[in-house]
Nanobody
Framework: QVQLVESGGGLVQAGGSLRLSCAAS????????VAWFRQAPGKEREFVAV????????AYADSVKGRFTISRDNAKNTVYFEMNSLKSEDTALYYC????????????????WGQGTQVTVSS
């Protein structure tokens, strides 16, 4: 059974940093694309970043480009999400999601989802 577990969320002041992790089990992790999505209260879920299963290709939403970095360690079955220069508009529930050898910004492509980790940025 595939499980994705996010961690690392919390409360941080604007301009601060957080590092999220997404730990996978039950899959051959090195064959899965992993993406981060977020959903703020009253808003639709939106794509934030994605990393291909080899780690050689990444993509980011324009709103986070240059501030956030996605990376992975396949030996540890974990994807990391370094978030710097956080803004109040980054406040949301952050989800990681996995897809078998498909890379996309569309949530419908992803078969497996974690429960989410809350990020709150105070201004």
């Amino acid at each position: 059974q595939v499980q994705l577990v996010e961690s690392g969320g919390g409360l941080v002041q604007a301009g601060g940093s957080l590092r999220l992790s997404c730990a996978a089990s039950g899959v051959t992790f090195s064959r899965y694309t992993v993406a981060w999505f977020r959903q703020a209260p009253g808003k639709e879920r939106e794509f934030v970043a994605v990393i291909m299963w080899t780690g050689t290709i990444t993509a980011y939403a324009d709103s986070v480009k240059g501030r956030f970095t996605i990376s992975r360690d396949n030996a540890k079955n974990t994807v990391y999400f370094e978030m710097n220069s956080l803004k109040s508009e980054d406040t949301a529930l952050y989800y990681c999601a996995a897809s078998y050898q498909r890379i996309s910004r569309e949530a419908t492509v992803y078969d497996y989802w974690g429960q989410g980790t809350q990020v709150t940025v105070s201004s």
